[in-house]
């Protein structure tokens, strides 16, 4: 009889178990998701819709009650070697994002539901939306924070991945935002979003003395900051976790690519690698600290002239002098940063002639302190001179000159114009830097010439210029 009891006992358990499993199907219960299973409706939004609801200060709320408001995005992040910590970035596109987002989670090993690429949704109601120490977040309602972790129990109501089509979460190959150096990086359009940066390096007293990445204190992990730099003076800094599970690994002490999701804490951009992946140091290390290496231009820089970034052929013709242009000038399609347009010099100079002059645009700064431009290509027999027009005095113009020009360099105010030298940029884009600090007198009336590009006579030519601002 015992036994027979006993049977009887387990059967029944057994019958009730399965009997509360099939019946765990409410949302009410918190079971775990399957994952990929479409859980939201097609979106309501785009992402970047969504993330311009963000006040400038304080936090929006999603209505818990109203229309659904739901997006999809791509998995950036990371947590699997600990370098991410409760919190998910991603951006509204696998390739070519417009806006990135982080959020706010009371759970760790989130790469193990939603792996880098992985196309998720989100429906945002009843979530919070807003500017949290430098970077845009959503999160949960919190009372002592603007914008809490959502508890991990919840998290399947507000997340979850995409099929496609065969049960299985749909999984992106992500492609970085190549950015032509540091600075670049350093823009809130690029917060929350993946970035690649060629030929930089870690900033090393002694290269022969390798750091780890991360420093330790009585054999404990913190969270430590090192400077990358660039080969042309560019820097920011790698913000490592005292948790990463690659702290006690040596930086590489060569140079390469970097990738790495845009971060900011305050006022202060701090990068974040997902892993030692992302550090593609391969090639030699090269020389660092170039003290005549100019910065790239500031969030504040604009046009010099209508059409300075060379876009719109069109409206650069409109904007120069009644002299027009002269050859071998022609606009560079496709052949500027990045993909874009630029302005290409190709062919043999028949004399120190003026290229263009262009005319000042309305609403330049008062008191420019630079005007910067990027060059890619070669020259043999001669090299370029500039001319910036000054309201009074003679010449009317401050000069230029490029003389021998391999790297980013800062140029300063001449007595003559000079075409000695060469161009060679190995390839790369290089910036150039004019220094208007001995120009007081600079023309910025609208309508009036402002700024010139000159070749030398015979000299063979085959570069181009892109991006012309002054701040």
Same mark, same amino acid.
């Given at each position: ?29 918190? #079971?775990?998701?399957?994952?990929? %299973? $479409? *859980?939201? &409706?097609?979106? =309501? ?5 969504? !993330?311009? /609801? ?105 997340? #979850?991945?995409?099929?496609?089509? %065969? $049960? *299985?979460? &749909?999984?992106? =190959? ?5 950015? !032509?150096? /540091? ?289």
């Amino acid at each position: 009889m015992k036994t027979y009891t006993t049977i009887k006992t387990l059967v029944f358990s057994a019958i009730v178990a399965m009997t509360f499993t099939s019946c765990v199907k409410d949302d009410d219960w918190n #079971a775990p998701e399957i994952l990929c %299973n $479409n *859980r939201f &409706d097609e979106p =309501t939004t785009t992402m970047a819709n969504f !993330a311009a /609801l963000a006040p400038t200060s304080g936090t929006y709320k999603v209505p818990t009650d109203g229309a659904p408001v739901i997006f999809d995005a791509y998995i950036v992040s990371s947590d699997e070697s600990g370098n991410f910590y409760k919190t998910i970035s991603f951006q509204d596109k696998a390739e070519n994002p417009t806006v990135g987002l982080s959020l706010e989670v009371d759970k760790a090993s989130n790469y193990a539901d939603f792996p880098v690429g992985a196309h998720i949704r989100i429906k945002a109601n009843g979530l919070v939306l807003g500017w949290d120490r430098g970077t845009r977040k959503i999160g949960s309602i919190d009372p002592t924070y603007a914008i809490g972790r959502i508890p991990s129990i919840l998290l399947t109501r507000y997340l #979850a991945g995409v099929c496609n089509g %065969n $049960n *299985r979460m &749909d999984i992106a =190959t992500l492609v970085p935002t190549k950015l !032509a150096n /540091l600075n670049a990086a350093k823009q809130e359009k690029y917060l929350n979003t993946l970035v690649q940066v060629a030929d930089v390096q870690f900033k090393l007293e002694d290269p022969t003395k390798p750091l780890t990445y991360i420093n330790y204190t009585a054999g404990v992990g913190q969270d430590t900051d090192r400077d990358i730099e660039g080969k042309n003076g560019n820097t920011t800094v790698l913000r490592n976790s005292g948790f990463s599970t690659f702290g006690a690994t040596l930086v590489p002490t060569k140079s390469g690519d970097l990738t790495f999701v845009v971060s900011r804490y305050n006022s202060n951009y701090q990068m974040l690698i997902r892993n030692t992946n992302d550090v593609n140091f391969v090639k030699d290390r090269f020389a660092s600290g170039d003290p005549n290496a100019p910065e790239e231009p500031s969030s504040s820089a604009v046009n010099l002239f209508a059409g300075s970034d060379f876009e719109n052929w069109a409206t650069f013709l409109n904007s120069v002098n009644s002299f027009g242009i002269k050859q071998p000038l022609a606009q560079g399609v496709g052949l500027g940063l990045n993909g874009s347009n630029s302005l290409q010099i190709k062919g043999t100079a028949a004399g120190n002639d003026y290229l263009f002059t262009a005319l000042a645009p309305a609403g330049l700064p008062a008191s420019p302190k630079r005007i910067t431009f990027y060059i890619k290509g070669t020259s043999t027999g001669k090299s370029l001179s500039f001319n910036v027009y000054r309201t009074s005095g003679s010449p009317a113009y401050y000069t230029y000159n490029l003389l021998n020009f391999t790297k980013s360099t800062i140029i300063n105010v001449s007595d003559a114009n000079d075409y000695r030298g060469a161009i060679d940029t190995k390839g790369e884009w290089m910036l150039v830097e004019i220094n208007l600090a001995g120009a007081p007198l600079i023309n910025l009336a609208a309508g009036k010439d402002i700024f010139a590009i000159k070749t030398g006579s015979a000299g063979v030519y085959d570069i181009n210029i892109d991006n012309i601002k002054i701040e």
